[in-house]
């Protein structure tokens, strides 16, 4: 859980017993020794959520929020690799925690912090802005084929990206993106806008211009995710992706898993080789 979360927990404790007709004093004394539990959980997670400390990146009149994790046990004289995830539709705004809640775990995880110890980078999306260069929230349909202006988020993003990548203990070799749902078409957006960029990309529940593979399917390993039943965002359009970025050249793996629907996410985080498989490639020279 977030920061905000623990709040809320608590509030919504509290309203819950009043709607209820419950007298919170009278059972305080019974669930005493949970709701200790209940709270330092909450607390401990949200010390772990605060080593992404928060940032935000200013070009011009626009800002960016966002967290960054360091890697453990940081050297300022190595590089390390870079990992930027691209949230969904759900967590945009600008609290600067939300963007946390699915993914933010994964790179915590101690198994994780060590074998594949780098930077992780979480933006987070405007309220009313997309990753995508959409103009209104409509996921499930084919993109045009045209390359438009990117969103102000997103493009706040390269710009960001562009300088933190420059870094003296960035590995520029092994810089990494991945993203779910709205991420997952964000994703593929930042392959054609930098396909220079990245070493490989994971993009889950996805969409994106298939004519536009062109510029990066030779050049970046994909790994595509997506749920069979998903009716948020097709699986199709994951096919679609994939069938292109053969078509141009490359070979994408992906996977699709039977009976889910668009949280895919969980099931892609929940892949031994999830991490591993990212970590095992450099940008082609």
Known sequence: MLETQKIISA???????????????????KYLPILTIFFIYNTLNAQDFNLYEKETFVFENDTLY?????????????????HLFLHGSGERGKDNVSQLIHGGELFLKKENREKYNSWVIFPQCSKNDRWPSLSADKWNVTFSNEIKKPNKSLGLVIKLMDTFIEREDVDKQKVYISGLSMGGMGTYE??????????????????????????????????????????????????????????????????????????????????KDFLKWIHSNSKKQ
Not at 11 to 19: K, V
Not at 200 to 208: H, K, L, M, S
Not at 246 to 264: C, Q, R, W
Request: hydrophobic share 35%; charged share 20%.
């Open 11 to 29: 509030e919504n404790f509290l309203r819950g017993c009043t709607i209820l007709g419950i007298n919170y004093k009278s059972i305080k004394m």
């Open 66 to 82: 966002y967290r960054i994790l360091k890697p453990s046990n940081f050297d300022p004289n190595k590089k390390y690799p870079v």
């Open 190 to 271: 930042m392959l054609y806008r930098r396909p220079n960029m990245f070493a490989a990309a994971t993009p889950i529940c996805g969409n994106g211009i298939t004519q536009l593979t062109k510029t990066y399917a030779q050049k970046i390993p994909v790994w595509i995710f997506h749920g069979s039943n998903d009716n948020v965002v097709s699986p199709k359009h994951s096919f679609n992706m994939a069938k292109a970025i053969i078509a141009s050249g490359g070979s994408p793996k992906m996977t699709l898993y039977e009976n889910v629907e668009h949280d895919s996410w969980n099931n892609a985080f929940e892949e």
